[in-house]
């Protein structure tokens, strides 16, 4: 935490374009800070408006199945959130839950879990999706998706909620196929920031897998430049906040779910992936706290 960090947060909350709601990243937003969401959303389907991508809209939870066979916990067990639910089935049930809130006592101790997991990243519904199609076609597969993402990592820092959006364009394919597909995209992403006006860096990086195993994981997902992210800075100049992702997963999702290509090997699938809240917040932050303030260009790019 830093007070930098708090004093963003502070700032955003006394513009009315955040609303806090008494937990670390769970916050509302002004129909202010929705207009800028949906304009970064505008130039993502702009970018893409040429590939002929497929739109699907997934709610934010997958299956408890669909979270298993992700091999989530493995990776970060710290991260996921589970959607619980009374069970009870009769009054002296539903009298006992009663009775326990009454006594300030731990009621969500009698919550048993449903069969929904709360979506970690928008792409995730897409696999098992895909694969129950079957094989892949020669042009392998490219889709677009959108959804609000969970992930259990309290902050007092604005760029880092527990409930955010992502967009992403997933592609599915051969390795070539999906190592151009992420190549174009950094170039699309470093284009849309230039016209946007903000500062940025590309680089390498990794995801915060956990624990012992999670260390030789992370050094080898950069060893092979499998994570870049597009960094802006935010609340820090020398930690700079990662607002875009392009992510190369080789044929481990394919491997999880099955996906095929048309020759029958394993797919390869990567993902860009547009942190909406982060991209709004750095345009607020370099831009201003008023958007009507924000420079003519930088407003027509995202039809303000
Ligand atoms: P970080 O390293 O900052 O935790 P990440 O590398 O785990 O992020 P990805 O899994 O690549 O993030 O998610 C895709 C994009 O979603 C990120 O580039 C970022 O813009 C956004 N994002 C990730 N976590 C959060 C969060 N807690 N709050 C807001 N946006 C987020
Ligand atoms: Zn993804």
Redo the contacts with the bound molecule.
């Keep these: 935490m830093s007070d930098a960090q708090l004093q963003f947060r502070e700032e955003l909350i006394q513009h009315g374009l955040l609303l806090p709601m008494g937990v670390d990243?769970l916050l509302g937003r002004s129909g202010g800070f929705e207009r800028i969401i949906e304009g970064i959303d505008r130039c993502a389907t702009r970018l893409g408006k040429d590939d002929g991508a497929e739109v699907l809209r997934f709610p934010p939870a997958i299956s408890q199945r669909t979270f298993e066979e992700s091999e989530y916990m493995k990776s970060f067990p710290q991260l996921a959130g589970t959607v619980h639910a009374f069970a009870g089935t009769n009054d002296r049930a539903h009298a006992e839950l009663l009775a326990i809130m009454e006594r300030k006592e731990d009621w969500t101790a009698q919550q048993k879990a449903t069969e929904l997991v709360l979506t970690p990243?928008a792409c995730y519904p897409v696999y098992p999706t895909l694969a129950a199609r079957g094989p892949l076609g020669a042009d392998g597969a490219l889709l677009d998706v959108f959804s609000y993402c969970f992930?259990h990592?309290p902050s007092v820092d604005p760029?880092?909620?527990?409930l955010?959006r992502?967009r992403e364009y997933v592609r599915i394919g051969s390795p070539e196929q999906v190592q151009t597909f992420r190549e174009m995209w950094i170039e699309r992403a470093k284009a849309l920031m230039t016209d946007l006006e903000l500062p940025f860096a590309l680089d390498v990086?990794n995801?915060?897998f956990f624990g012992r195993t999670g260390r030789m994981l992370a050094t080898n997902q950069r060893e092979q430049t499998l994570?870049w992210?597009l960094l802006i800075p935010i609340t820090s100049t020398e930690k700079p906040?990662?607002?875009?992702?392009f992510?190369y997963h080789k044929d481990k999702f394919a491997t999880n779910w099955k996906l095929q290509q048309a020759s029958g090997e394993l797919a390869h699938t990567a993902c860009v992936?547009f942190?909406m809240?982060?991209i709004a917040l750095a345009l607020i932050k370099h831009h201003g706290f008023d958007q009507r303030t924000w420079p003519t260009s930088v407003r027509e790019h995202l039809r303000l």
């Design positions: 990243g990243a992930r990592e760029a880092r909620m527990q955010f992502m990086a995801d915060p994570k992210e906040t990662a607002c875009l992702s992510n992936g942190g809240e982060r």
